[in-house]
């Protein structure tokens, strides 16, 4: 393995469309989503290891998280987890942790990737990080993982490439914030756009250059630590200065306003499992054609239904079609799947309701 290789995974996030499962205490990258054994940040752990060592996966999380990482990742140790003490979303902890690295080594290459994808081609995924790896390694590039459309998505954002490019690895012309529908079908038609995966690649001298010109006050916040970082006193500068940081996006940061970004179009099949109904897509069906997590079903004119309840518990359905159905602790949600981009609203519901340990 080559140990220039280094990663930042994302396990900050709260997964709020999957509650009653993922909570503020226990979000969704700690759950095993598709009942296969493994927790989604244990399975996107497991992707990163065949191609990066394990000694330089590094987990972004918040504070609250760190127990939770070092239990489910028992191979990490607790220098990798990189704690953020305040939500500052993408920019600040990915600074952050480049110039954490870049200290460390700064002949480093990166990849960005969240920690609740799934992806099940592995080895295509390992295969098409090292082609961006291999690019970044001999240019000043800031790259990104594009997901070829297959419908018109108004949930994602969108990546606009070069349409004369001939080659695997593609200049990006922009980035397009999510679409109407109508906008969506006319990204597709034209077929030079991707869906924005969230998943970056560079070298770690690229990308704190990248901050340093687009985010020159960003930049300075986090440099001013460099004395500090992977040291006893990094805590105690990041608990004092990281609240400071502003709460802006990668993409905002830098990707947009840089003129070195390129998109490899990805080869394998990706789920970003940020809704009930994209896991319901992902699991396999029943003959009722409903998705059907730990339960023991005895089912009659029912189809179409999401169902997730703890470990062989029985459930009966008669007569209900196209719903969300979640067991979990004192909470059951039993919800239209064509209204689940609703669930935050109502989630809110019932911590205003019912009190904030519902949530």
Known sequence: MNKNYYAILMAGGVGSRFWPVSTQDFPKQFHDMLGTGDTLIQKTFQRLAHLIPKENIYILTNERYNDLVLEQLPEVTQKQVVLEPAMRNTAPCILYASLKIQKENPDALMIVAPSDHWIEDEATFSKNVEQAFEFCASNDALMTLGIQPTFPNTGYGY?????????????????????????????????????NAG????????????????????????ESGISAYNTDTESDFIKENYPRAENISVDYAIMEKSSNVYVIGAEFDWNDLGTWGSLYDKLKKDENNNAVVNARTLVE?????????????IVVLDGLNDYIIVDKDEVLLIFPKSKEQDIKK??????????KQYG
């Open 159 to 195: 990546i606009e490439f070069d349409k004369q490019a001939e080659n695997t690895i593609k200049p990006v012309n922009q980035f397009r914030e999510k679409p109407d529908y109508e906008t969506a079908k006319g990204f597709i038609e034209q077929g030079n756009f991707l869906w």
């Open 301 to 313: 004119d029912a189809s179409g239904n999401m169902l997730r309840t703890k470990k062989d518990k």
């Open 346 to 355: 109502v989630l809110q519901a019932v911590k205003d309701k019912f009190g």
């Open 199 to 222: 998943i970056f690649m560079w070298s770690v001298k690229s990308v704190v250059e990248a901050f340093k010109g687009n985010q020159p006050k960003l930049f300075q916040l986090f």
